[in-house]
């Protein structure tokens, strides 16, 4: 078992598996915690309540229990950078719990980490059964792979209709307030590998504009709908029914975006078909044409 295994079993059995992920990212590991401050949690992330329960768990360890489960320490102090970063295509989406902001100024926070931990529950789960991978968490937000670690021919088709259900499923979620998410998906190359950190954090490590596009693209997005890019609306052709919402100016890239709302699955019967219409009427309009010329 990894130092990031222990960690994240560690925090499992707390409760606390949203945090994983910013204790991998950071390095801390069971060696580590023993040192932890109360202010070192804050940085990490951690709400006040659950720093209290975790300093109390880290006591509750012991230094000797610590010690015996805690792996040697490395020899170096700087791990060897691996060159085995590959470009691919991957479809990434970005979701954000709106109104987050003024939900925590409502709620005590211990109710809102059960409502924050809901959340990226659902969000885990949602996109999970649809191929997707968690990049990170961060805060109220998920970065989400679709093609990586493992490759779909459909991985497009996948983000958006994990996105669909991850609107209905946010919707149903009790919770104080009525929760809503903004979703922005995007696709594009990629460059994707051990570029940073160590175990998982290095699998994270995704470098390209495709996740800032998802992100932007989130960021126009209204509440409870889906926004993507060009390429992914071609990747879909006729799967699901959309909104042209024009070219938008997006932060970061030098012309504007064209953007498309989705808004329902097609009504098209056959995946064939949807897949096919357009390039289907190209054909048809040129036989169409042929035939004409020939008569005359």
């Known amino acids: 078992m990894t130092a990031m295994q ?3 079993d560690w925090l499992k059995k707390l409760g606390m598996s949203e945090y994983a992920p910013r204790f991998v990212e950071n390095r801390v590991d ?3 915690l023993p040192d932890l401050t109360d202010q070192d949690l804050e940085k990490l992330g951690v ?5 209290h329960k975790m300093l109390r768990a880290i006591r509750d360890l012991g230094n000797s229990s610590v010690a015996a489960t805690a792996p040697p320490a490395p020899v170096a102090t700087e791990p060897a950078r691996r060159d085995d970063a590959e470009r691919r295509q991957l479809t990434v989406m970005f979701t954000d719990l709106v109104g987050s902001t ?7 926070p211990e109710d809102l980490r059960l409502v924050i931990g809901a959340y990226h529950k659902c969000v885990a789960e949602t996109v999970t059964r649809f191929g997707g991978f968690i990049g990170r968490y961060m805060g109220d937000g998920a970065l989400v792979y679709f093609g990586y670690p493992q490759a779909h021919e459909d991985d497009a088709e996948r983000a958006v209709r994990a996105g ?3 609107v209905e499923a946010v919707r149903s979620l009790t919770a104080p307030e009525p929760l809503h998410v903004r979703i922005g998906i995007g696709t594009g190359l990629v460059v994707v590998g051990d570029l940073v950190g160590t175990g998982e954090a290095q699998e994270r490590g995704v470098v390209g504009e495709t996740p800032n596009l998802a992100a932007r693209l989130q960021a ?3 509440p409870d709908s889906i926004v993507i890019g060009p390429t992914t609306r071609r990747l879909l052709a006729g799967l699901l029914e959309y909104r042209d ?3 938008i100016e997006v932060k970061g890239f030098a012309t504007p975006v064209q953007a498309y709302e989705v808004v329902r699955p097609s009504t098209v019967e056959s995946r064939f078909e949807a897949l096919h219409t357009t390039r289907l009427t190209a054909l048809a309009m040129a036989a169409a044409s042929t035939t004409n010329a020939a008569i005359r």
């Open 102 to 108: 003024a939900l925590s100024t409502k709620l005590d």
């Open 47 to 51: 709400l006040l309540g659950d720093r």
């Open 30 to 32: 069971l060696s580590v």
């Open 220 to 222: 126009a997005a209204a």
């Open 164 to 166: 669909l259900t991850l």
């Open 6 to 8: 222990q960690i994240a």
């Open 245 to 247: 919402l024009g070219r």
